[in-house]
T-cell receptor, first 114, second 115 residues
Framework: KAGVTQTPRYLIKTRGQQVTLSCSPI?????VSWYQQTPGQGLQFLFE???????NKGNFPGRFSGRQFSNSRSEMNVSTLELGDSALYLC?????????????FGEGSRLTVL | AQTVTQSQPEMSVQEAETVTLSCTYD???????LFWYKQPPSRQMILVIR??????QNATENRFSVNFQKAAKSFSLKISDSQLGDAAMYFC????????????FGPGTRLSVLP
C-alpha cells in the first residue's frame, strides 16, 4: 500500500509569492492534517480535513488555507509569503473516524522563503 | 487546551544501553490516547508506540516500552538495547478520544546513539 505522498519535496520562493503544496493520503484514509515544523516552534497544527470539510484549524493567519478533494487528496496554500514561513510542512493521513487512530506522515515539503 | 511537555531537548545513549525519554501532559479529560513518534534525520515520522489511557497495562513494542502514569500525567519512553538506527527526534503526542480532536505534539527530544 502506498504511503502518504507530498509534492513538491523542496521549493524556494521569494517574499510576497504564494505556494501550493499537495498531499495524497494513504488509500482509504479520509482525514488529512497539515503541520508546520520549525526548529524553534516544533510541530504546529495547521488544519485538518475530513471528507472535504475542514474539521479543525490551528492558530495561523488567514494566509494559510487548505482544501480537500473528493478523492481525499489535499492541498494547502500560503499566500504573500514571509521569511518566517520557511519550514518543513508535513502532511499526515488517518482513517479519521471513530476511535482515534495513528497518523501516517509524508516526508514533507521543505519551503525556503528568500 | 491540552499541552505536552518534553523537558529533555537532547539526550545521548551508548549503543546497547537503555535510555528513557520523558513526557508529561496536561488535560482535564479522562479518556485519550498517547503516542511516541520517531523522526530520523531527513526521513519521515513514524509511530513508535501507542497507549490508550483506559488501559492500565503499559504498551510494549519490541525494544520500546512506556511507563504510563495516569495520575501523574506522565508518559515516558524506554528504549532498551539502543541501536544506531534509534538516533532521531522523538515526539510525544496526545489525542483526545473525542471525535474530531487533533493531535497535540510535544517539542521533541533529539536522541543521539554513541557507538
Amino acid at each position: 500500500k502506498a504511503g502518504v505522498t507530498q509534492t513538491p519535496r523542496y521549493l524556494i520562493k521569494t517574499r510576497g509569492q504564494q505556494v501550493t503544496l499537495s498531499c495524497s493520503p494513504i488509500s482509504g484514509h479520509r482525514s488529512v492534517s497539515w503541520y508546520q515544523q520549525t526548529p524553534g516552534q516544533g510541530l504546529q497544527f495547521l488544519f485538518e480535513y475530513f471528507s472535504e470539510t475542514q474539521r479543525n484549524k490551528g492558530n495561523f493567519p488567514g494566509r494559510f488555507s487548505g482544501r480537500q478533494f473528493s478523492n481525499s487528496r489535499s492541498e494547502m496554500n500560503v499566500s504573500t509569503l514571509e521569511l518566517g514561513d520557511s519550514a518543513l510542512y508535513l502532511c499526515a493521513s488517518s482513517l479519521g473516524q471513530g476511535i482515534a487512530g495513528e497518523l501516517f506522515f509524508g516526508e514533507g515539503s521543505r519551503l525556503t522563503v528568500l | 487546551a491540552q499541552t505536552v511537555t518534553q523537558s529533555q531537548p537532547e539526550m545521548s545513549v551508548q549503543e546497547a544501553e537503555t535510555v528513557t525519554l520523558s513526557c508529561t501532559y496536561d488535560t482535564s479529560e479522562s479518556d485519550y490516547y498517547l503516542f511516541w513518534y520517531k523522526q530520523p534525520p531527513s526521513r519521515q515520522m513514524i509511530l513508535v508506540i501507542r497507549q490508550e489511557a483506559y488501559k492500565q497495562q503499559n504498551a510494549t513494542e519490541n525494544r520500546f516500552s512506556v511507563n504510563f502514569q495516569k495520575a501523574a500525567k506522565s508518559f515516558s519512553l524506554k528504549i532498551s538495547d539502543s541501536q544506531l538506527g534509534d538516533a532521531a527526534m522523538y515526539f510525544c503526542a496526545y489525542r483526545s478520544r473525542y471525535y474530531g480532536q487533533n493531535f497535540v505534539f510535544g517539542p521533541g527530544t533529539r536522541l543521539s546513539v554513541l557507538p
